[in-house]
């Protein structure tokens, strides 16, 4: 299952991981966020162990969207050593993520 980070959990579960990082930033009343949802816990089971995957509410934690500079949800970014390296925003088949989450374990 996807992990639920928060403004103050946020830092230690992302930036600090050692493991590249997806972030979901998604609202309970966003549509293509519901959409994207089920993939993004696919994702969470089938990289386990290889990727952390986690989902910030951006209602409840708007510290952190506003610190990335997240106006349109959903927005997905890719962490590497603590840095974005690559950004996803609206919903898109869970093909598009795979590659992304490939790309991120190549490099």
Not at 31 to 42: H, K, L, Q, T, Y
Not at 90 to 106: D, I, T, Y
């Amino acid at each position: 299952m996807a992990l639920e980070l928060t403004d103050s959990n946020f830092d230690e579960m992302v930036i600090k991981s050692d493991k590249p990082v997806m972030v979901d930033f998604w609202a309970e009343w966003c549509g293509p966020c519901r959409m994207i949802s089920p993939i993004v816990e696919e994702l969470s089971k089938e990289y386990a162990g290889k990727v952390v995957v986690g989902k910030v509410d951006v209602d409840n934690n708007n510290a952190i969207a506003m610190r990335f500079g997240i106006r349109n949800i959903p927005t997905v970014l890719f962490f590497k050593n603590g840095q974005v390296v690559d950004k996803q925003v609206g919903a898109v088949s869970k093909s598009v993520f795979v590659q992304k989450l490939n790309k991120l374990l190549e490099g």
